[in-house]
């Protein structure tokens, strides 16, 4: 079976810093695009940042110049480097795998972030 499990979420104060992992387990990574995605109550669950297999990196515009994706395909583990947080960017943050050829995606279960102000 295919599993994505995500860690490293937690309480921070507005400012700080956290790194959260993504394990790829049961397949290669390197045939992904892997993925963050976040969701707060009440609002939609929006793509923050990917990472092709090739090292090609894309933010959305709230997270630009702040967090930082990559990926180590040795090892099937993704990475979101999270500094200067804010407040808003309190959610449960989901790592998704978007197979390249047509495959099926995978989710992991999630991550809950924090950001006392």
């Known amino acids: 079976q295919v599993q994505l499990v995500e860690s490293g979420g937690g309480l921070v104060q507005a400012g700080g810093s956290l790194r959260l992992t993504c394990s790829f387990y049961g397949s290669t990574a390197s045939m992904y695009d892997m993925d963050w995605y976040r969701q707060a109550p009440g609002k939609t669950r929006d793509l923050v940042a990917s990472?092709?297999?090739?090292?090609?990196?894309a933010y959305s515009d709230s997270v630009s110049g702040r967090f930082t994706i990559s990926r180590d395909n040795a090892k099937n583990t993704v990475y979101l480097q999270m500094n200067s947080l804010k407040p808003e960017d309190s959610a449960v943050y989901y790592c998704k795998a978007e197979h390249l050829s047509g495959g099926p995606d995978y989710w992991g279960q999630g991550t809950q972030v924090t950001v006392s102000s």
């Open positions: 990472i092709s297999p090739d090292g090609s990196l």
